[in-house]
């Protein structure tokens, strides 16, 4: 028979000096009942569980519909709206299970996606003049069909062990290039600025809507989060009460984690999209190998057959043929997903865009070139960049003040201590930080790819299978067991990792949440173990006081301070990625005018709120001047990122001068090493480049193409050919 504890706190009450005076609790007592505030009937867990018994009180139907409605009913309404991919069922539990499962690696990894889509839709904007929207035909069009691309390929996984210099230059031609003709393919046009509209078309047409129900469900989960503020702050002491709105705070991780779906949006058709990406990188590949168009390419742009040397790579079919992408991975549903563009927007930032600000583009082709030509040393697709260290800690911060709330609530409600709901809050976060620790010390300590079949495991999986097909045995056990022992082979160490490990883990931990939810929701909480608080070694005991006696100790100060932090590191996330939804939808719009209109509105909200972000800026920036010293000038000072700004930079084109004369003339080959050996840089910010001998009528190299020595690059001319 399950307790009652109304009627067992009443019948304690009334004996608790004489008939129960063996039950009654003398020990030391925490929190709002310290000192003086102690009240006289404390019952000890022994006596509760003698005279109320062990079971359950479990909530009537009445409060647990309540509940229900409140919070299970949101929340199943928050995850109905989560991106998950169609007709992709295991791919869709899988992904479930690793947003609940596993919160913060998958908000790092999404707002590091939401950091870089935001980073291409900055690109574009600076592209031009503030005040300038250039049409539909212009150069700024084409360059924000390319930054687009470019952010939807960051979704996708690139195929492992692909190698990452030639990947990432191809995939550099491929975005930026407006010089290089494909070879004839049936239905498709031969320009490369022709089919990357066409592609960025399509996506924009694709791209899944739906963002209208995210907001209603965030909107119905907030509601329910007042009300039950307003019932608990209404009705202080009421347990129940004030539990309900812990569950409420504990999950105020979700509705980050979904409204951040609608700027990582996904193509409502991912598979169609991966092949229109491969078909398009494999047609640039096939173009490059084509000797013809190769030559074509290099007269167009003045370069050199050393400079198209990394192509013989692209001849490789086993890595570049057909599956450059190899599946969708945004919104975090798959682990040590980096994406491709932060090494490419990285690049072009630090050898252009950011020294040169607003309108960059002004000056079309010497941008291209940038773009392709990327640094002087390229790193490739996959290399981890400090920054995301940022994304890191808010999404710690994120989970972590949620669940701190919550517990902060339940821990000081009477009795004070660790107990079943605190306890089971700190064991989710703790499950969930460490799968977040494991998974980057996996992903640092693991090269990607890796597979070896000489492992003791390998070894007796082949010895294990060899027996099987000599002996008799059950043919289904065999079968499974072969299976086994294939996987095992031909799996990489991330895959069994995550299989093993990693993916258990987070069902695990995505059950624990569950069963807190349920807990709640029907009162399996309400039994003397856990009233009691004995998980930290305190507690020991339960009080049967009223909501009156609890508001005239000071409970609204421990609540007070528990419901403020979920409620900051729930509402600070929610404005930024409701903003930068706003600043980067010009970006994905089909229609070009409403584009153009939303990207007027983006320049003027960033324009009055400069201020905001000039404050993080100069914080950034003293920082890094101060490393710099500290250090000695062994790192760079100045910031390597775009930053927004509405002013243009005062021109930097520096002016040249040409003199028929010099002193290296009979030395030199041709007329790049000329420029390079004798280009000098006066204080005025002009060149003096020397003119030698002219180079013979058929060398068509351009100085712009090739510095692969470390020599700095001669200032770019404007009749120079664009890539």
């Known amino acids: 028979m399950s307790p009652n504890f109304t009627a067992c706190a009443a019948d304690f009450k009334e004996h608790y000096n004489d008939t129960y005076s063996n039950f009654s609790y003398h020990g030391a007592v925490r929190g709002i009942f310290d000192g003086t505030a102690r009240p006289a009937a404390l019952i000890t867990l022994f006596g509760c569980r003698k005279l109320c018994g062990t079971g359950s009180d479990y909530y009537p139907w009445a409060d647990s519909s309540s509940t229900i409605t409140t919070w299970v009913l949101p929340v199943v309404g928050l995850l109905l709206q989560a991106p998950y991919q169609s007709n992709e069922f295991r791919r869709t539990v899988y992904a479930l299970v690793r947003w609940v499962g596993s919160p913060i690696a998958s908000l790092s990894y999404i707002l590091w996606n939401i950091k870089i889509t935001g980073k291409c839709a900055l690109m574009v904007d600076m592209a031009t003049r503030y005040e300038d ?151 640039v590949r096939i173009a490059l190998l084509n000797p013809s168009l190769r030559d074509t390419y290099m007269r167009d742009t003045r370069r050199t057959p050393q400079d198209f040397a990394w192509t013989s790579q692209l001849s490789n079919e086993d890595y570049f043929r057909n599956d450059f992408f190899t599946q969708f991975s945004g919104q975090g549903r798959t682990r040590w997903h980096y994406g491709c563009a932060n090494s490419i927007l990285a690049g072009i930032e630090d050898t252009f865009i950011a020294d040169y600000g607003r309108d960059w583009l002004n000056d079309a082709e010497r941008a291209r070139t940038e773009m392709v030509l990327g640094p002087k040393i390229i790193s490739g697709l996959r290399y981890f960049d400090a920054r995301e260290i940022w994304q890191i800690v808010s999404s710690i911060a994120i989970v972590g003040g949620s669940v701190g709330g919550a517990f902060v609530l339940s821990y000081w409600t009477p009795t004070v201590g660790l107990g079943c709901r605190s306890g089971g809050y700190m064991v989710f976060m703790t499950i969930a930080l460490g799968l977040f620790g494991l998974e980057m010390f996996f992903w640092w300590l693991i090269a990607e790819g890796s597979l070896s079949s000489e492992d003791l495991i390998s070894r007796f999986g082949t010895n294990l299978e060899r027996k099987l097909s000599r002996a008799e045995s059950n043919e289904w056990v065999a079968v499974q067991i072969r299976r086994l022992v294939s996987w095992w082979k031909n799996t990489n160490t991330r895959d069994r990792i995550e299989a093993l490990i990693l993916r258990p883990a987070e069902v695990v931990n995505s059950a624990w949440l569950a069963y807190i939810v349920l807990a709640q929701t029907f009162g399996i909480y309400v039994n003397c173990r856990c009233m009691a608080s004995v998980w930290g070694g305190r507690g020991g005991y339960l009080d049967f006081e009223s909501y009156a006696y609890y508001r005239g100790h000071g409970v609204t100060y421990y609540w007070g301070i528990g419901t403020a932090l979920s409620l900051l590191v729930m509402t600070v996330p929610i404005i930024f990625i409701v903003v930068e939804w706003c600043t980067q939808s010009h970006l994905s719009t089909e229609d070009y005018g409403k584009a153009s209109r939303g990207l007027k509105r983006t320049r003027g909200w960033k324009r009055h709120t400069l201020w905001i972000r000039n404050i993080s800026n100069d914080i950034i920036t003293t920082s890094k001047h101060a490393w710099s010293l500290a250090s000695r000038g062994k790192t760079r000072p100045s910031r390597r990122s775009l930053v927004w700004a509405a002013k243009t930079k005062p021109s930097k084109r520096s002016t040249v001068t040409l003199n028929t004369h010099g002193p ?18 006066k204080d005025s910010g002009s060149y003096s480049l020397h003119r030698l001998q002219s180079p013979p009528e058929t060398f068509t190299r351009s100085p712009r193409t090739s510095f692969s020595d470390g020599s700095p690059r001669p200032q770019w001319s404007p009749h120079w050919g664009a890539l």
């Open 664 to 681: 290296f003339a009979s030395q030199l080959e041709n007329e790049e090493e000329a420029l390079l050996a004798t280009s000098q840089r």
């Open 133 to 283: 929207l250039p049409d539909e035909d212009s150069q700024f069009a084409e360059i924000r069909d390319s930054l687009f691309i470019l952010s939807v390929m960051n979704q996708y996984s690139v195929k492992l062990m692909m190698p990452a210099v030639e990947a990432e230059k191809l995939l550099r031609i491929a975005l930026f290039s407006d010089s290089l003709r494909l070879a004839p393919v049936e239905d498709e046009t031969r320009s490369l600025v022709k089919r990357r509209q066409k592609l960025a078309k399509s996506i924009r047409e694709g791209r899944r809507r739906g963002v209208v129900p995210v907001f209603i469900s965030i909107m119905w989960f907030l509601f329910s989060l007042a009300i039950s503020i307003q019932q608990a702050f209404g009705h202080l002491g009421d347990d129940a009460t004030a539990h309900n709105l812990a569950l409420g705070l504990l999950l105020g991780w979700l509705p980050v984690l979904i409204l951040s779906s609608i700027v990582d949006r996904n193509p409502a058709a991912a598979e169609d999209v991966r092949l229109k990406f491969n078909s398009l990188l494999d047609d």
